[in-house]
């Protein structure tokens, strides 16, 4: 499940209903969505597709989004670095971002209207809708790996738009980890 943080609080979540309420009153959706049948971290995309099938029509009904796709990101991934130098750096989109988690981790940072930062590191099981036009960036974990099912709208709408703020600059890209903080407490 993912962890939380509001920064300007240091308060971390853990708790699903106060995960998805907290980050429903910053306008971030955030879900749990269990496969319809058993898959694996490598299972091929047209099958987790159609494990979370339910889901993702259901999903695309209530945002208008018109295809999913499966996207793989690990350490063997030619260009990472560029890759995600794109997306570390606070931006925003024209679409909205949505992301649902099959293997790795992630971390978002969401720079709220409010002016608050929160942190969410997601992991499998983990779906969470950044509406176009939220203030973000994106982070990978330690692992370095994420393997997501993205909805898209219109695919030329997720250009980065980027604030150069600097925003970024004052939040550490560490992730925690559920592991971490269950063995913390
Ligand atoms: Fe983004």
Redesign the pocket.
Known sequence: MAVVTILSEDKTLTDIDEITATLANHGINYERWTPAHPIGDNTPPEEILNAYSREIEDLKQRGGYVTADVIDVSPMTPGLEEMLAK?NRE?W?DED?VRFIIAGHGLFHIHSSSGAVLAIEVEAGDLIR?PRGTL?W?NLCSDRRIRTIRLFQDTAGWT?HYTKSRVDENFLPVCFGSAHLSMAS
């Open positions: 997306f931006h989109h971002e950044v973000h994106f980065p």
